[in-house]
């Protein structure tokens, strides 16, 4: 018997304990709405196939050109939080493979890196490897009314770079290379989005391969979309993360699903 096989197998099942959730969809293989993306649509009254219902998605829910905390939050009907966690945005998404060639650790304000960064750790501890980390970040200045850093900081990159040298995941790494995306701002946001530091690494030239994005809820549909719409398809891609430390707010959930609808839509072209 492979023993060493045998022990990833038991530690990976293990894993699917405490993250039953798998990969999270939007869209159907045939480019239909998954069944409570479908039923969300139709709560609000939008109809029409797939294009006509993403545009009318985004002018309802997408708040464009305005941060997180920035929203201006909307009157949830009923059922909306039971639809989210039907689509995979709310509890924790685990890693369904044993090895990647890459790990996205995707940027984000400081906790929420914070969170990824924990989470990367928790599923190296389950006997999960990749052979290369990637920082998908770069230049957002911090905001120290938002997010706690050493002084001195300035980027988001710096952060996150900081906060993997000095985790205890970083020993147990040994030289597996870490590569630092470094996305320029966008210009009239003022920061890099998921989709400018994925156009960036791919100016690296990176050899195609499989990818473990590691995000947290309820962004992990919709960081995984941009993943899939921007990278050649010779890059498979898997999202994962922990469960949102509380319920997203109405605004923030309709947002991101206007977000992920999009991407994801950009797939079927």
Request: glycine share 6%.
């Amino acid at each position: 018997m492979d023993y060493k096989r045998a022990s990833k197998a038991i530690v990976l099942a293990l894993l699917l304990l405490f993250c039953p959730l798998q990969s999270v969809e939007i869209l159907t293989p045939e480019g239909s709405l998954v069944s409570p993306a479908r039923a969300l649509v139709e709560l609000y009254e939008i109809e029409g196939d797939l294009l006509a219902i993403t545009t009318e998605v985004n002018r309802r829910f997408l708040q464009a050109g305005k941060e997180r905390w920035e929203f201006i939050d909307l009157v949830a009907p009923d059922d909306l939080t039971q639809l989210f966690t039907e689509m995979g945005c709310i509890e924790c998404l685990g890693a369904t493979h044993a090895h990647y060639d890459y790990a996205l650790i995707l940027g984000a304000l400081g906790g929420r890196m914070t969170d990824r960064v924990d989470y990367f750790y928790q599923e190296w501890q389950r006997g999960v490897r990749t052979d290369v980390i990637v920082l998908l970040s770069g230049d957002r200045t911090l905001d120290p009314a938002l997010e706690t850093f050493p002084e001195g900081m300035d980027s988001e990159l710096q952060l996150l770079t900081h906060l993997v040298e000095n985790h205890p995941l970083r020993p147990m790494l040994g030289a597996i290379p870490i590569i630092a995306v470094d996305a320029p701002k966008v210009p009239g946001r003022g920061r890099p989005t998921t989709a400018s530091t994925v156009e960036q690494w791919l100016k690296q030239n990176p050899q195609p391969g499989s990818c473990l994005a590691i995000s947290n809820q309820p962004y992990v549909g919709y960081q995984e979309a941009v993943l899939r719409a921007l990278l050649p398809s010779s890059f498979v891609i898997e999202g994962v993360g922990p469960a949102p430390r509380q319920m997203p707010s109405t605004a923030i959930l309709l947002d991101n699903f206007a977000k992920w609808l999009y991407f994801a839509s950009l797939e079927e072209k």
